[in-house]
């Protein structure tokens, strides 16, 4: 049977009988192995209940109280330079950052990017950069928003963008997700209806893994 070496921190202790009507009062004054083996017990259940109380003030926190609060500014993310957009007969806002050299955008196939997406105000909502790896998508066949097909593979008035090439794209409601809320989870959205979204593309390469 294991026994507390606490309960032996003084050597030839005296004997010790405790009296019958004994208070809580005399329990914290006594000197006794008694109090000395009790110790551990109590700063153990103080720093459970500090613990939890911790984890309940974490879950609080990370609750979202508003669809406004999910809005969140991710860590990790790039900022590229302003610039001056073109419009399309769409609405779609482009412009060029660097023009790539490399395979153009093909069509319904899966390509790499890299990108940082933002609402209007400048707010990032979103961001392959924060997750450290490249976002893989299907061009064309209505996988992804409208406002992404069409600044990448180009139409009306819009050039396709190149491998390697970096894109700055401003996309209206109507081509990004309309009127109605998205990235909803549990009543909470992270994306408002009728919200302007401005992505920084990076076209990173053609997908060459195994995914159809």
Known sequence: MAVSSLAFSSPKLQPFTPKPTATAATFKASSSPQQIQSTPTINKKKILQVGVGILAASVVALTPLTADATRIEYYATTAEPTCDFNFARSGLGYCDIA????????????????YTARFGDGIVFDSSYKRGRPLTMRLGMGKVIKGLDQGILGGEGVPPMHIGGKRKLQIPPHLAYGPEPAGCFSGDCN??????????????????GNRK
Do not use: M, R
């Not at 023009?99 to 890299?114: F, R």
């Not at 994306?191 to 060459?208: M, Q, R």
């Open 191 to 208: 994306i408002p209806g009728n919200a302007t979204l401005v992505y920084d593309i990076k076209f990173v390469e053609i997908y060459s």
């Open 99 to 114: 023009v790539g050299s490399g395979q153009e955008a093909p069509y319904n196939q899966l390509i790499n990017i890299h």
